[in-house]
């Protein structure tokens, strides 16, 4: 154990960024997650990210289409950047009110959303190149390359987003949970939810151009949903979910760069057994208590 | 200009509402004095939940006019319970969170939550509920805190949407002769629609008929001594309470 801790702190020159990266997204994810979860909308995560990845793919498309510099700011990571998140903004706002007049569930909407914005991602950088390889290493992850920018982004919108939940947990939770009754308290819920699916969507969008796919989406929802079966509260749940995060992801780190796996995917592995895990003692509790 | 204590705290002026294009109700128009029990009875599908969302504010009125007397009913002294809590059971929460979120809206200090807590479960029958999971209540438990949700803004005004379906009948006794004791005491004017006509009939000052897009209004002994509510609820005369005022209306007939 010690060996391992040890060689993990040997790579922090090489790799810092990219673990502070990885562990601002997963703590941010995890926070916001937990509307997603009390919302009961697992899968929106999976459809917000592939939206921002046709973000990215648009944008790739865009400087292959007209030629553009290399070293312009329409090839450079802070354009694929605005992509992203203007995507996943989108793809927010869609899935949260889109449906409604027309007599849709959301489940199809979001499935609608997720199969078109993963077919022409593919279709878009099929003929790009690098085009292809960079939208593949997006849908498989990986949080290796992120920058002293990214992390400095990607910390503040961690604070940020923890300082208005805290000062707004009563009213988001209501909207969330009980629209009705929200609405009957004065509250003006389209606005609320709004700002909820903007918030949702640019935090998805700057995770997703640095950590790929399977980790914002997985980071989104397996924390929340881990918490969930460990707190009374669902105040205890955003307290709760962050930590959990930070702790999975921390040691899966240390773990890839023992065994040389990729991070994003040991992170993903070890939250979902966590949470299997939580599944069977909760299982095993009931069984006991008939 | 002074304000008389009877002043009306709601007024409808000629109210029309609607679900898009669907006229719901029409020509709306009646007001609610402190201290009356207004319920708002009708078939289903006859409006009377439209008519509660108008006054709440939940639908846009298309025509006319709904004044609420804000400054003896600020928003913040309405409590609304609805018909069943949205809240998922798949969620965790206990009591005390449920409830507080009723304070969504209002000023209340932190320090004083616990306080209001307290009264509003014990208002309803669920004093040192607080740490209770809210999924291992039962269904009576779970209206109770839907109306400990609303009480908990300490309102003025409380406008109930059929609470008491589901509930076994010393349950609907409870939750009425609770609001019955509070209106008594001056501190809430109802706004109730049901579905339950003997319980309506038995504790309504006031009666709300809501009927082919129409809604007649009025003290309760005039709406029940009319042909035209006998003839709308016809089971009505069956039941103990409807029985005397049918034969009051055959006397004055």
């Given at each position: 154990?010690?060996?391992?801790?040890?060689?993990?702190?040997?790579?922090?020159?090489?790799?810092?960024?990219?673990?502070?990266?990885?562990?601002?997204?997963?703590?941010?994810?995890?926070?916001?997650?937990?509307?997603?979860?009390?919302?009961?909308?697992?899968?929106?995560?999976?459809?917000?990210?592939?939206?921002?990845t046709?973000?990215i793919a648009?944008?790739l498309w865009?400087a292959n289409?007209?030629?553009?510099?290399?070293?312009?700011?329409?090839?450079?990571?802070?354009?694929h950047?605005?992509?992203?998140?203007?995507?996943?903004?989108?793809?927010?706002?869609?899935?949260?009110?889109?449906?409604?007049?027309?007599?849709?569930?959301?489940?199809?909407?979001?499935?609608?959303?997720?199969?078109?914005?993963?077919?022409?991602s593919i279709?878009l950088v099929a003929h790009t190149p690098h085009g292809l390889e960079e939208v593949h290493r997006l849908m498989a992850s990986s949080?290796?390359g992120?920058?002293?920018?990214?992390?400095?982004?990607?910390?503040?919108?961690?604070?940020?987003?923890?300082?208005?939940?805290?000062?707004?947990?009563?009213?988001?939770?209501?909207?969330?949970?009980?629209?009705?009754?929200?609405?009957?308290?004065?509250?003006?819920?389209?606005?609320?939810?709004?700002?909820?699916?903007?918030?949702?969507?640019?935090?998805?969008?700057?995770?997703?151009?640095?950590?790929g796919?399977?980790?914002?989406?997985?980071?989104?929802?397996?924390?929340?949903?881990?918490?969930?079966?460990?707190?009374?509260?669902?105040?205890?749940?955003?307290?709760?979910?962050?930590?959990?995060?930070?702790?999975?992801?921390?040691?899966?780190?240390?773990?890839?760069?023992?065994?040389?796996?990729?991070?994003?995917?040991?992170?993903?592995?070890?939250?979902?057994?966590?949470?299997?895990?939580?599944?069977?003692?909760?299982?095993?509790?009931?069984?006991?208590?008939? | 200009?002074?304000?008389?204590?009877?002043?009306?705290?709601?007024?409808?002026?000629?109210?029309?509402?609607?679900?898009?294009?669907?006229?719901?109700?029409?020509?709306?128009?009646?007001?609610?004095?402190?201290?009356?029990?207004?319920?708002?009875?009708?078939?289903?599908?006859?409006?009377?939940?439209?008519?509660?969302?108008?006054?709440?504010?939940?639908?846009?009125?298309?025509?006319?006019?709904?004044?609420?007397?804000?400054?003896?009913?600020?928003?913040?002294?309405?409590?609304?319970?609805?018909?069943?809590?949205?809240?998922?059971?798949?969620?965790?929460?206990?009591?005390?969170?449920?409830?507080?979120?009723?304070?969504?809206?209002?000023?209340?200090?932190?320090?004083?939550?616990?306080?209001?807590?307290?009264?509003?479960?014990?208002?309803?029958?669920?004093?040192?509920?607080?740490?209770?999971?809210?999924?291992?209540?039962?269904?009576?438990?779970?209206?109770?805190?839907?109306?400990?949700?609303?009480?908990?803004?300490?309102?003025?005004?409380?406008?109930?949407?059929?609470?008491?379906?589901?509930?076994?009948?010393?349950?609907?006794?409870?939750?009425?002769?609770?609001?019955?004791?509070?209106?008594?005491?001056?501190?809430?004017?109802?706004?109730?629609?049901?579905?339950?006509?003997?319980?309506?009939?038995?504790?309504?000052?006031?009666?709300?008929?809501?009927?082919?897009?129409?809604?007649?209004?009025?003290?309760?002994?005039?709406?029940?001594?009319?042909?035209?509510?006998?003839?709308?609820?016809?089971?009505?005369?069956?039941?103990?309470?409807?029985?005397?005022?049918?034969?009051?209306?055959?006397?004055?007939?």
């Amino acid at each position: 154990m010690s060996d391992m801790i040890r060689e993990f702190i040997d790579s922090w020159f090489l790799f810092s960024n990219s673990y502070i990266a990885g562990w601002c997204i997963a703590a941010m994810l995890a926070l916001i997650g937990v509307i997603v979860v009390a919302r009961d909308q697992i899968f929106i995560g999976a459809a917000i990210s592939q939206s921002a990845t046709c973000g990215i793919a648009l944008g790739l498309w865009l400087a292959n289409a007209f030629a553009l510099a290399e070293d312009s700011w329409w090839t450079s990571r802070a354009f694929h950047g605005v992509m992203s998140g203007t995507f996943a903004v989108l793809a927010a706002l869609l899935t949260s009110f889109a449906g409604r007049s027309w007599r849709e569930t959301h489940e199809s909407i979001t499935g609608w959303l997720f199969l078109f914005t993963g077919g022409a991602s593919i279709l878009l950088v099929a003929h790009t190149p690098h085009g292809l390889e960079e939208v593949h290493r997006l849908m498989a992850s990986s949080i290796i390359g992120a920058t002293m920018e990214d992390t400095i982004v990607l910390a503040s919108a961690l604070a940020l987003s923890a300082f208005v939940l805290w000062r707004s947990y009563r009213p988001v939770l209501l909207v969330v949970t009980d629209p009705e009754m929200a609405r009957a308290n004065g509250l003006r819920v389209p606005l609320w939810e709004a700002g909820i699916a903007i918030g949702i969507g640019l935090l998805i969008g700057l995770a997703l151009r640095v950590s790929g796919m399977t980790y914002t989406f997985a980071c989104l929802v397996l924390p929340a949903l881990i918490a969930k079966h460990m707190c009374r509260e669902i105040r205890g749940v955003f307290l709760a979910a962050p930590p959990l995060a930070l702790v999975a992801s921390f040691l899966a780190f240390l773990l890839a760069h023992r065994y040389d796996a990729p991070p994003a995917q040991v992170t993903v592995v070890l939250l979902s057994l966590a949470l299997a895990a939580v599944w069977l003692v909760r299982f095993a509790r009931g069984m006991l208590s008939r | 200009m002074a304000r008389d204590a009877q002043d009306p705290l709601v007024r409808l002026r000629d109210v029309a509402l609607s679900y898009g294009r669907q006229p719901v109700l029409d020509g709306v128009s009646f007001a609610i004095r402190p201290g009356e029990f207004w319920f708002v009875l009708g078939p289903n599908g006859s409006g009377k939940s439209t008519l509660l969302k108008g006054i709440l504010g939940m639908l846009p009125v298309r025509g006319g006019e709904v004044s609420i007397d804000a400054a003896r009913v600020p928003r913040e002294r309405i409590g609304f319970v609805p018909q069943r809590g949205e809240f998922k059971d798949t969620l965790p929460t206990t009591v005390r969170e449920f409830v507080t979120l009723g304070l969504v809206g209002c000023r209340v200090q932190k320090s004083d939550e616990p306080r209001h807590l307290a009264w509003a479960l014990e208002r309803v029958g669920l004093a040192g509920f607080e740490r209770r999971d809210y999924a291992a209540l039962s269904f009576g438990q779970r209206q109770r805190t839907l109306l400990a949700r609303a009480l908990i803004r300490r309102p003025s005004l409380i406008v109930l949407d059929e609470p008491t379906s589901g509930l076994d009948p010393q349950a609907q006794r409870d939750f009425l002769g609770m609001l019955a004791e509070m209106t008594r005491a001056g501190q809430l004017t109802v706004l109730f629609v049901t579905h339950q006509l003997p319980m309506a009939i038995e504790c309504a000052t006031h009666l709300a008929v809501v009927h082919g897009g129409r809604v007649r209004t009025g003290e309760r002994r005039e709406i029940v001594a009319s042909r035209e509510f006998w003839e709308l609820f016809p089971a009505a005369l069956d039941s103990p309470a409807g029985a005397p005022a049918a034969a009051g209306e055959a006397a004055a007939t």
